[in-house]
T-cell receptor, first 113, second 115 residues
Framework: NAGVMQNPRHLVRRRGQEARLRCSPM?????VYWYRQLPEEGLKFMVY????????ESGMPKERFSAEFPKEGPSILRIQQVVRGDSAAYFC???????????FGNGTRLTVT | GENVEQHPSTLSVQEGDSAVIKCTYS??????FPWYKQELGKRPQLIID?????GEKKDQRIAVTLNKTAKHFSLHITETQPEDSAVYFC??????????????FGKGTHLIIQP
């Protein structure tokens, strides 16, 4: 089992560009969570998805951020018109059922220049 | 939503000594309490978890204790080693009674093991 796969590991974008972060959950896991981690800070919940459904997006900014988990393919976190404050590590986690036993990917470190 | 407080934010101990990190939570219906370890530049990894039907769980040098009445749980690391140096996060289910919305994390404790 390859674990939770995230790509890219590092992403550099200029202000105003779009960032796309991908996450493939562990085999057999149907629950995907995205978290943001700023330097020297904890993990902030952004969004929880199941296949083709957004279950809870209460932690995601209302503008510029969106997420999807299509029937086929990885979950995508999309940030439009990035700003410097979006620079952070974005971690994806998956679990087999409810919010327990979360397994994290290696994260995508987004740098906005 | 769930409120999680974690203390201390930084903990420095001599190699071989014990380390204790404590978390308090607000939702008395919470029933699942994991601890994650994150080494520098790496992903958080689950190291131990406990459910509300037990008061203590141990796995070699690490243990977690739970006090449901006081709504706090603690991570205990004995005989600390240099490889224990990392940031440790506690977490509780974000939603009452189940965690369907994932986990709410504490702000983390930076554990430093002094040689």
């Amino acid at each position: 089992n390859a674990g939770v796969m995230q790509n890219p590991r590092h992403l550099v974008r200029r202000r105003g560009q779009e960032a796309r972060l991908r996450c493939s959950p562990m085999k057999g896991h149907s629950h995907v969570y995205w978290y943001r981690q700023l330097p020297e800070e904890g993990l902030k919940f952004m969004v929880y998805l199941q296949k083709e459904n957004i279950i809870d997006e209460s932690g995601m900014p209302k503008e510029r951020f969106s997420a999807e988990f299509p029937k086929e393919g990885p979950s995508i976190l999309r940030i439009q018109q990035v700003v410097r404050g979006d620079s952070a590590a974005y971690f994806c986690a998956s679990s087999p059922s409810t919010g327990e036993l979360l397994h994290f990917g290696n994260g995508t470190r987004l740098t906005v220049t | 939503g769930e409120n999680v407080e974690q203390h201390p934010s930084t903990l420095s101990v001599q190699e071989g000594d014990s380390a204790v990190i404590k978390c308090t939570y607000s939702d008395s219906a919470s029933n699942y309490f994991p601890w994650y370890k994150q080494e520098l530049g790496k992903r958080p990894q689950l190291i131990i978890d406990i459910r509300s039907n037990v008061g203590e769980k141990k796995d070699q040098r690490i243990a977690v204790t739970l006090n449901k009445t006081a709504k706090h749980f603690s991570l205990h690391i004995t005989e600390t080693q240099p490889e224990d140096s990392a940031v440790y996060f506690c977490a509780v289910p974000a939603a009452s009674g189940g965690g369907a919305d994932g986990l709410t994390f504490g702000k983390g404790t930076h554990l430093i093991i002094q040689p």
